[in-house]
């Protein structure tokens, strides 16, 4: 059996002894060229089903298997994209694992841009949402979008229904329910983040 680490230093030969291409490489494994880099400098692990491809290609036998299945990976996307996720999760920054339960189907994760949910989701942590779950229910948070095809995440509050921030910085302001045309893209089920404390 091959190991993630085996199948990395192979890779990263094969790269330098200009065997394979980084875009080559990218295409194959359905993956945009900037993670190649990413796996280079450490920054990204090569996953399960990409470990299955490039230990075909290198003709290197059977891949290591994490032997879990009570966990899901989920794609990571740039907030900038949730609006079109369906699309963006084609070409997704890296994957995070979180735990399965039953009930939740977290389809993507969005990365966590400044400071208007400080107090929970901390910049440069990610969310991963289920756009399944779009009832709203009060203090549950919600990745959603406005008229202008921004998206955002906010906690939910009602009496008057509002999506309020959770931040330590008084600029963030509630976006109240009916001023404003909001889509609901579905609830954050999970977070975390690789900053640490």
């Known amino acids: 059996m091959v190991t993630h680490d085996e199948i990395r230093d192979e890779l990263l030969r094969r790269l330098d002894a200009k065997h394979h291409k980084a875009k080559d490489v990218a295409a194959l494994l359905g993956i945009a060229p ?3 880099s990413e796996i280079r400098r450490g920054e990204r692990m090569i996953q399960q089903d990409e470990m299955v491809t490039l230990a075909k290609l290198f003709g290197m036998g ?3 298997s994490d032997h879990r299945d009570d966990f899901e990976w989920v794609p990571v996307i740039g907030i900038a994209a949730a609006g ?4 963006a999760i084609n070409l997704p920054h890296y994957s995070v694992p979180i735990l399965k339960k039953p ?4 389809a993507f994760a969005v990365e966590v841009k400044g400071d208007s949910m400080d107090k929970i989701l901390p910049d440069g942590s990610w969310a991963a949402v289920d756009p399944t779950q779009k009832t709203l ?4 948070v919600y990745l959603i979008q406005n008229g202008d095809g921004e ?3 906010k906690r939910f509050m009602e009496a008057p229904a509002r999506f309020e921030p959770a931040s330590n910085n008084p600029d963030h302001q509630p976006i109240m329910m009916g001023e404003h045309q909001i889509i609901v893209i579905g609830r954050v089920v999970s977070w975390g983040s690789d900053e640490g404390l």
């Open 84 to 87: 079109a996720w369906r699309e």
């Open 62 to 64: 059977e891949v290591e």
């Open 34 to 36: 900037p993670r190649i």
């Open 151 to 153: 998206a955002t995440i």
């Open 137 to 140: 229910f009060e203090r549950k």
């Open 103 to 106: 009930g939740r189907k977290a």
